[in-house]
């Protein structure tokens, strides 16, 4: 993918980001779901939207290595509806945009460990999330690194819903010059409460294909991903430093 290609998607992006970030609203109205499988459904797309998303190759950062970025992204759901009553609010895009701050950092035998902060503009959701990642094939000249991560996502600001994701993917990589394609598969574990007890709690697990491609450019590195989770799609676009 050229720099311009990644500038177009980025702007485009941002753009959406944007545009739905300029309404507010709030998921304070789970009373007015009609049914324990509305609930079920609210609770896998947004598992999908929130939970982490690795946006980096499988090869390791390596002992002195770090990757700090910031990423917007969207997430098509298949929920609107039940999204609008969740909320009361007939402004929620079908799209819905996040914004994550992130940050990886490299230790000994090919081991990364990382967060991100992740939020949905124009509401009060968060989600927190911790990854452990070990590139058990490093990769070389002519061979691609293999990785296996596991990691955790708690999310707050949903209104009397408790969220929160653990998981498992494996990915591999090749770099080429400054571009490195990755992609990979998993699964997204999820369970999803009512604190006011109006639903039943819900566990769910949910398969995960990703794909993606990072490219150094001077100081910046750009990564650009496809992800999908469940029935939901989300693509992202990541800028930061990677050593």
């Not at 390791?60 to 290595?65: F, K, R």
């Not at 609010?89 to 990886?104: E, Q």
Request: hydrophobic residues 40%; charged residues 20%.
């Amino acid at each position: 993918m050229t720099h311009a290609a990644f500038r177009r998607a980025a702007l485009a992006v941002a753009a959406l980001t944007c545009a739905a970030g300029a309404h507010a609203y709030e998921f304070d109205a789970l009373d007015q779901l009609a049914s324990q499988g509305e609930f079920r459904q609210l609770a896998e797309d947004l598992s999908a939207t929130l939970a982490y998303k690795p946006q980096a190759p499988a090869e390791g950062l390596g002992i002195t290595g770090f990757d700090v970025g910031v990423s917007v992204g969207g997430t098509r759901i298949k929920s609107h509806r039940i999204v609008e009553r969740a909320t009361g609010s007939d402004n929620v895009p079908s799209t819905l945009p996040t914004v994550t701050l992130r940050a990886d950092k490299g230790l000994p035998f090919g081991i990364d460990v990382g967060g991100s902060y992740t939020l949905i503009p124009g509401t009060s959701v968060r989600a927190l999330s911790g990854n452990v990642k070990w590139a058990f094939i490093e990769g070389g000249v002519l061979t691609p690194a293999v990785a296996v991560r596991a990691f955790y996502t708690q999310t707050s600001g949903l209104g009397d819903m408790n969220l929160r994701s653990q998981g498992v993917d494996l990915s591999v990589s090749k770099g080429f010059a400054n571009v490195t394609p990755y992609g990979g598969v998993g699964l997204v574990q999820s369970r999803a409460s009512d604190d006011a007890g109006r639903w039943a709690r819900e566990r769910y697990t949910q398969t995960r294909l990703f794909a993606g491609v990072s490219v150094n450019l001077l100081l910046v590195n750009l990564a650009f991903e496809a992800d999908r989770t469940g029935d939901a799609t989300s693509a992202s676009i990541k800028a930061g430093l990677r050593f």
